[in-house]
């Protein structure tokens, strides 16, 4: 069964970084379309970093775009989120997503096209 288990958040001052990450073990994660999500308080989740099945497009909003950058290490079955020049507009519940998929060229934005979740990281950016 598919679990991804999310480990790296904290307290952070501005514009500090970051690197949160999620294993799933045991899983060719390489097949699945993942992304990062993050949700505060009173808010909606919103989608910070996408990256497609196969890495054909790895996609960011302009809220984090040039300061996050997703990635994923194919042996380790473990995706990552480096977050570097942090705000504390960006302080949040982070959560990993994936979906299996076969479309390297289709970005999955919406938070309900994901099938398997971590179970969320705090991320305080905060002097």
């Known amino acids: 069964q598919f679990q991804f288990v999310a480990s790296g958040g904290g307290l952070v001052q501005p514009g500090g970084s970051l690197t949160l990450s999620c294993a799933a073990p045991?899983?060719?994660?390489?097949?699945?379309?993942i992304a990062w999500f993050r949700q505060a308080p009173g808010k909606e989740r919103e989608g910070v970093a996408y990256m497609t099945t196969s890495d054909g497009i790895i996609y960011y909003p302009e809220s984090v775009k040039g300061r996050f950058t997703i990635s994923r290490h194919h042996a380790k079955s473990t995706v990552y989120l480096q977050m570097n020049s942090l705000k504390p507009e960006d302080t949040a519940v982070y959560y990993c997503?994936?979906?299996?998929?076969?479309?390297?060229?289709?970005?999955?934005?919406?938070?309900?096209?994901?099938?398997?979740w971590g179970q969320g990281t705090q991320v305080t950016v905060s002097s």
């Open positions: 045991g899983f060719t994660l390489g097949n699945y379309a």
């Open positions: 997503a994936a979906k299996r998929s076969n479309n390297p060229t289709k970005v999955l934005y919406y938070a309900e096209d994901y099938e398997y």
